[in-house]
């Protein structure tokens, strides 16, 4: 684990390998680096991969009472000069998805490839910011209880018994999220815009990862998303969740490697 000074705080993360492309991790909501600890090493044999704690998560401090997908991205662009790497791919589970969206939007001649793991470019519908909202009072209420509630409801129904050992192991990190740290990134995620724009004219490879049974997003959604252009590509699970990187582990793992071959 490594530490650097970002706006005052502390920002933690993870390298792995040090040759070929430098590939960026981006965790979800309530995740940490940990979430790609089987992922990272795997996809290290040819190129660096840097796995971030986003501010409020994991390792690294909380930075505000609002965390931003641009802050996120004022992060992720923190570390990249700190290890002197000009351009890298880009991975972002979920909430990983919009801060590598935002990145994009920031530093576009930073990014050799973008991948939305179970992640959209679109913002929150009305209905959604309202669930960040009800969200946002439970977590002042009770954070804990939350989080037991949460994590569950991410996976396909069936999937939570499969994994249970899997799931008890997410809440158990994701209970080490403080409770400020998971308000700010709910307000963050709520604000951030719609960057489905950028689809229309990325100069580099763009894929999907999509469970067709994700209870957070439509995955039809997510396919419209994909017919922006003919170098944007994507992949249906049809089994899947919004926790593909646990309910199909060695299908996610093929399916990045092949992507980042492709950037």
Not at 23 to 33: A, R
Request: aromatic share 8%; charged share 25%.
């Amino acid at each position: 684990m490594h530490k650097i000074t970002f706006k005052g705080g502390k920002l933690a993360f993870t390298v792995n390998g040090n040759r070929g492309p430098t590939v960026m991790l981006l965790h979800g909501f309530l995740e940490s680096q940990q979430m790609w600890e089987h992922y990272a090493p795997a996809l290290a044999k040819s190129r660096r991969v840097i796995a971030l704690d986003l501010p409020g998560h994991g390792k690294t401090d909380c930075l505000g009472y609002v965390h931003t997908m641009e802050l996120m991205a004022e992060a992720m662009l923190a570390v990249l000069n700190h290890l002197k790497c000009r351009k890298a791919i880009l991975i972002g589970h979920s909430m990983g998805g919009y801060a590598a969206l935002a990145f994009a939007e920031r530093y576009p001649d930073h990014v050799k490839g973008l991948c939305l793991f179970f992640s959209t470019a679109r913002a929150d519908s009305k209905a959604k910011k309202i669930g960040r909202d009800q969200a946002i009072k439970m977590v002042k209420e009770n954070h804990k209880s939350f989080i037991r509630k949460s994590i569950p409801l991410l996976f396909r129904p069936k999937n939570r018994a499969v994994f249970r050992s899997e799931l008890n192991a997410l809440k158990k990190q994701a209970l080490k999220t403080p409770k400020r740290g998971i308000i700010a990134a709910l307000e963050g995620m709520k604000l951030r815009p719609d960057r489905e724009i950028l689809l229309k004219f990325a100069p580099y490879p763009v894929h999907f990862v999509i469970g067709q049974r994700d209870p957070v997003l439509d995955y039809s959604e997510l396919i419209d998303q994909t017919k922006h252009g003919s170098y944007i590509t994507y992949t249906l699970l049809t089994e899947t969740g919004h926790m593909g990187f646990i309910e199909a582990k060695s299908t996610c793992l093929k399916d990045l490697r092949k992507f980042i071959q492709r950037c």
